[in-house]
């Protein structure tokens, strides 16, 4: 990855790490927590691929089972946000323009519904059984619920800044002088154009000696 996409990714996944800690888990919502960081992850992915996303993912997730209050093992977390990113960056559109809303709303159902799910089954693995006591079902419907309402003021913003800290102004102001160059160069790799501009100038001359000659012509006869 570009220094400027690990620097906004760092950046976006930090700042989001933060809001959730510090606002989204102390509003004690029923059933699960806004998941910020996965809404984050999702919108880089999308712009970056699966490659990208993947890596994304799992710093963003790592992070997370740093991050105080965290009560389970770490890299837990990671291990999920790693594949999730890695499954949404395989829907990256491939002129990098989404056609409309329905398809990132639809990656953000999914991506909540299967975090929930692998979160559990790896937790399930590790002998963490606490997803059993709170309801697996009202887990999975309310981070759905929450994460779908919450994409709208995230996922897009999170995309356009993305596109626009990888574009490369210097190759695009090249790629644009080429465009516009390349017409005269390809005619002047012909000849045509040359050829014409020199038939030109050669007849001008033509025109100009036979009225300079008749001029004197006029002179004498007078």
Known sequence: MRFNRMLLSTTLVIVALVVQVSILARLHLPG????????????????????????????AGLLADLAPP??????????VLCVIGYLAGLVKPDNGQLRSATGPMAVVVAAAVGTTL???????????????????PSLLFTA????????????PGIIALARRADRDPLAETASAKAADVSPGWLSAGTGLRIGGQRGGLRMKAVRARMARAGRIKGVKRL
């Open 144 to 155: 759905a619920l929450y994460d779908l309402l919450l994409a709208p003021f995230v996922v």
């Open 32 to 59: 699960a927590v806004p998941d910020l960081v996965l809404l984050t992850v999702l919108g880089l992915a999308l712009v970056y691929g699966h490659v990208g996303g993947a890596f994304i993912g799992f710093g």
């Open 70 to 79: 965290a009560d389970h093992a770490a890299g837990r977390y990671a291990l």
């Open 118 to 136: 692998l979160y559990a089954g790896v937790g399930a693995l590790v002998g963490d059984t606490a997803a059993r006591h709170v309801g697996l």
